[in-house]
């Protein structure tokens, strides 16, 4: 199991770009897939990207509202993934989640192990 830490969230204005990060602990950071999910005021929680892990190199996925303009990567030797996410809507103001699991399957399904989320605020 990892423990999460999410930070980068803040307020910015609509056409703006963020880089969220979550920094991992524990030794296995590498062969955990990680994903991002986000939760708007009143809205159930939403996926956003998800990275997966492999030794010839990872696969990334995303939710379709969220293609070219989000990019999610990660970095093995910092224990970090990484949420870019550029052109930035109102619409995109939530709570930003990291998530973590060895199996990219149970990332999408929403479960695994979550930080403590980072607030996104977009104005118009």
Request: proline share 2%; charged share 20%; with cysteine.
């Amino acid at each position: 199991q990892v423990q999460l830490v999410e930070s980068g969230g803040g307020l910015v204005q609509a056409g703006d770009s963020l880089r969220l990060s979550c920094a991992a602990s524990g030794r296995t950071f590498s062969r955990y897939a990680m994903g991002w999910f986000r939760q708007a005021p009143g809205k159930e929680r939403e996926f956003v990207a998800a990275i997966s892990w492999s030794w010839s190199g990872s696969s990334t996925y995303y939710a379709d509202s969220m293609k070219g303009r989000f990019t999610i990567s990660r970095d093995n030797a910092k224990n970090t993934v990484f949420l870019q996410m550029n052109s930035l809507k109102p619409e995109d103001t939530a709570v930003y989640y990291c998530v973590g699991d060895p199996e990219i399957v149970t990332i999408r399904r929403g479960f695994g192990s979550w930080g403590q989320g980072t607030q996104v605020t977009v104005s118009s």
